[in-house]
Structure formats: structure tokens, C-alpha cells
């Protein structure tokens, strides 16, 4: 099953972006990677790092950034991974859910995956 | 250890006593156009990459590279830390066969791309791109085509690095946290570039240390007159 990271550089943006995709997401596996690791605001390569293996069965990872720091430290953390991992172009809470709801269908595909997050970034709210 | 890998360690540590001497300089300029956190990060992070590389068991250079920048990529925050440590780590693999004029090219070529990449920054957008480029160009030009020894390339990819860092002052920011100062940023030093010129010059002082040599006085320009003909062909 196609896995989740959320990278923010609050720790509690990533974790309440993971309490709302959790709610539609089933089983996906969905992990919060926020904070710079010491208390405070931004983002660290390690915390994603750990965080792309916790969520990575073999089907790949889709990771969703919000700004910055957390786009340069989610790519280095994907070099770095043993594994298949895609950045998704998309808004971090929108993109988080569209792609938890995505990953619950039995046919998902790391691209499909992605594609249902980048979508969110067409949702119009006025 | 071989003597390359020596010279990283060297190198490494270098440059940690001169980012922590320049810590506050540094903070200084980060304040005026970013968040005031590059000196007190950079400190940090390249203290903890010196004991880090001090510590390996007789490693090569490559191996040394990459161990400076995994713990520079961990120890610095914000966008430092992927720039200066995610680069070198990639980088790195450049250095398998050891230093030598080409792989030492090699290695700065493949750097200046991924800082470029990686902070999806050109020249003239004030960060340390514009320092990094003219010294990559410099450095290669000076080995491939001038023919001079790897230490007067070094020397002179420094003393084109400065007049980088030099032209971050007087164009805007487009790129980073200083862009959102749009016209303010003008007139300031960035601090980005100016901590890669550090490293520089740390790096070439290790080089003349190892080499038991002097540091050249050169600036940034080429010995050699360009055959107009040759370069239209």
C-alpha cells in the first residue's frame, strides 16, 4: 500500500495535517515528519528520512511539503531512501487528504497516488 | 589514512574554526535580509562534522566528504543544511578514485549543480549560487584549459568567489527568505554566499598547508588571451 509522509515546519502542522488525512485514509499508512527536530520551527532530513521508511511497505511514498526548507530537506531525505518516493506539487492539508483517500483504493499506484494529491490543488473554496 | 583523506579532516576542522570565528559576522548579515540563525547553525553543524570526520577509522576521502556533509545535512537547519550538506553528500561520490585535478573538477562541478538544483537558483538571484558559480568556472577553466597547478586554480577560483560575493550586495534577492524583502534587499551582503567563500579559503589554506606550499597572490583572471577564431569554430 502506497504510504504517506507530511513534512511541515511546525511538528504540530504535520501532526494535525496526519489527524485529518487519518480520518479519511483507512489503513494508509500516514507519518507526520514537522519541527527541526530540537523544539523549534523547520524542517530536518533525518526526521523525513525515518519517517519515509516508517511509512514504505514496498509500494512507494508520496510526501507532501509546505515551504522551503521542507521541499530541499524532503528531496535530500528521498536520495537518500532505499526505496520509491515522489514529492507531490500540491497544498500540504488538501493534497494530505486527497492522497490518504487515494492510497485506500485496492488498485492505487504510487502515480495515482500523486496525481489525486496534485489534483487538491484545484479545489476551490469560494 | 591516506594523505587525501588527512587533508579533508584537516580541511574540515579548518573550516569549523573559521565559520565559528565568523559566527557572529555571519548572524549579522542573516538579520538584515533573513531570520539571524546562519553564523549560530553553520557553527554548530561544521563543530559537529569536524569531530565527526576526527573520528572515523582510517577512512578515504570520499568517505570523509560524505561523513562532513551527512553531519552538516543533520546538524544545520533550514535551507543550510540541505545546501552545504545534501550537496557535498551528493557530491561526494565524485571523489571515489581519490583527489586529483579531474576528479577534484568533477567534484565542483557536480556540487555547483546541486546547490543550483537544490535551491532552484541562478546567478544574480543574491545566494550563494553567485558566489559558488564564477569560483566552479574559474577553478576548471584554470585546470582544463590554463593549465595551472590545482593550487593556483584554488587561489583563483577564491579570488573569483569573492568578487561573487561582492555582487550580492548591490542586486535584489530573488530567491530564499531574503526575496521576501523584494527592493530592501538590495545593498546587502548575502550571508549564504559569503559563508561559501569561508570554506573556500579554508580549503585553500589546507591545500598550501598540505602542500608545504604559499598561498598564491592571483586574482580571478585567465593567463591566457582567447584565440577569437578558435572560439567561433
Do not use: C
Not at chain 1, 2 to 25: F, Y
Not at chain 2, 71 to 94: D, N
Not at chain 2, 104 to 133: H, N, P, S, W
Not at chain 2, 184 to 194: E, I, K, L, Y
Request: proline content about 3%; charged content about 25%.
Amino acid at each position: 500500500m502506497v504510504g504517506l509522509v507530511v513534512v511541515s515546519h511546525s511538528a504540530k502542522a504535520a501532526e494535525g495535517i496526519v489527524e485529518v488525512a487519518a480520518e479519511m485514509g483507512g489503513d494508509t499508512a500516514i507519518e507526520a515528519a514537522g519541527g527541526d527536530g530540537d523544539g523549534s520551527i523547520g524542517t530536518d532530513a533525518d526526521r523525513i528520512s525515518d519517517a519515509l521508511a516508517a511509512a514504505d511497505d514496498g509500494d512507494g511514498v508520496v510526501v507532501l511539503v509546505d515551504l522551503g526548507s521542507a521541499v530541499m530537506n524532503a528531496e535530500v531525505a528521498i536520495e537518500l531512501h532505499d526505496g520509491e518516493a515522489v514529492i507531490a506539487d500540491g497544498p500540504v492539508l488538501e493534497g494530505a487528504v486527497n492522497a490518504a483517500v487515494a492510497a485506500t483504493d485496492p488498485k492505487a499506484t504510487l502515480e495515482s497516488v500523486v496525481e489525486q494529491a496534485e489534483a487538491a490543488a484545484d479545489i476551490e473554496k469560494t | 589514512m591516506s594523505g587525501d583523506a588527512a587533508a579533508i579532516v584537516a580541511a574540515v576542522e579548518a573550516v569549523a574554526e573559521r565559520i565559528q570565528a565568523e559566527r557572529d559576522h555571519l548572524t549579522d548579515l542573516d538579520s538584515a535580509i533573513g531570520d539571524a540563525d546562519h553564523g549560530g547553525n553553520m557553527a554548530r553543524g561544521w563543530a559537529e562534522a569536524a569531530d565527526a570526520v576526527a573520528d572515523l577509522d582510517d577512512p578515504d576521502a570520499q568517505t570523509a566528504v560524505k561523513t562532513a556533509g551527512k553531519t552538516v545535512l543533520s546538524e544545520v537547519g533550514g535551507a543550510a543544511g540541505p545546501l552545504y550538506g545534501g550537496s557535498l553528500v551528493f557530491a561526494s561520490q565524485e571523489l571515489e578514485g581519490g583527489i586529483t585535478p579531474e576528479t577534484a573538477v568533477a567534484f565542483a562541478e557536480t556540487y555547483l549543480e546541486k546547490v543550483q538544483d537544490r535551491g532552484d537558483a541562478t546567478v544574480g538571484d543574491q545566494t550563494m549560487v553567485d558566489a559558488l558559480t564564477p569560483a566552479v568556472h574559474t577553478f576548471k577553466k584554470s585546470i582544463e584549459t590554463d593549465d595551472l597547478s590545482p593550487l593556483e586554480a584554488l587561489a583563483k577560483a577564491v579570488a573569483a568567489a569573492e568578487a561573487g560575493v561582492q555582487f550580492t550586495v548591490p542586486i535584489r534577492a530573488s530567491k530564499g527568505r531574503a526575496s521576501y524583502l523584494g527592493w530592501r534587499s538590495v545593498g546587502h551582503q548575502d550571508p549564504g554566499a559569503t559563508s561559501t567563500l569561508y570554506i573556500m579559503e579554508e580549503l585553500l589554506d589546507t591545500a598550501a598547508d598540505q602542500l608545504d606550499s604559499e598561498v598564491p597572490d592571483v586574482d580571478a583572471s585567465s593567463p591566457t588571451i582567447p584565440d577569437a577564431e578558435a572560439a567561433e569554430n
